[in-house]
């Protein structure tokens, strides 16, 4: 249980255009996490976490990752999936390899690809979901699959060939079968 102390509202921003996602989300979560409250803030756009006497760190820990893959433009039945602890989201923050606006635009184009191709193939070879965001590229699955999504990822955007990325997913994932 959380102590007294520890007790705060977590409040997830979410983006207009995930509004309607969000609120779906919370009614799909609401009740399930009895001592945990979870409401969407139409006002100012956020879901908000409220623990109340009782709850686990363990479900306000999962409800804020739910809710954040929500707001990262994962649909909020994806985002259900990380009640299972095998499943993990990770964000790669594009801001941090690029300092030019064209060069982040280039490098989104590298992970899309032409008509998402890369990112379906990525998608397909390492059995994960991808998000590409303004500044970001959210994954989710399980968590030895993001993380040879997101190393295939990071190969992409320091400038290797597509080629490369998909024969690493493949090496790793077919020496797991």
Do not use: C, W
Not at 10 to 29: C, M, S, T
Not at 153 to 171: D, F, N
């Amino acid at each position: 249980m959380l102590s007294e102390h520890a007790r705060g509202t977590i409040i997830q921003p979410v983006d207009k255009k995930r509004a309607e996602a969000a609120a779906r989300f919370v009614e799909l979560v609401s009740g399930r996490y009895g001592d945990v409250s979870v409401e969407f803030d139409a006002r100012d756009v956020s879901i908000r976490i409220t623990p109340r006497s009782g709850a686990t760190v363990d479900a306000v820990l999962k409800l804020r990752e739910m809710a954040r893959a929500v707001a990262l433009g994962f649909a909020p039945e994806q985002a259900l999936l990380l009640e299972d602890e095998n499943y993990t989201l990770a964000v790669i923050d594009l801001k941090e390899y690029v300092n030019k606006p064209n060069r982040l635009r280039r490098i989104k184009g590298r992970i899309i690809g032409e008509e998402g191709r890369v990112k379906r193939t990525i998608e397909r070879l390492a059995s994960v979901s991808v998000i590409v965001g303004d500044r970001h590229v959210a994954i989710l699955g399980r968590l030895e699959d993001v993380e040879v999504a997101r190393r295939a990822i990071e190969m992409l955007i320091e400038g290797r060939k597509h080629g490369t990325a998909y024969r690493y997913i493949q090496s790793i994932k077919g020496g797991r079968r």
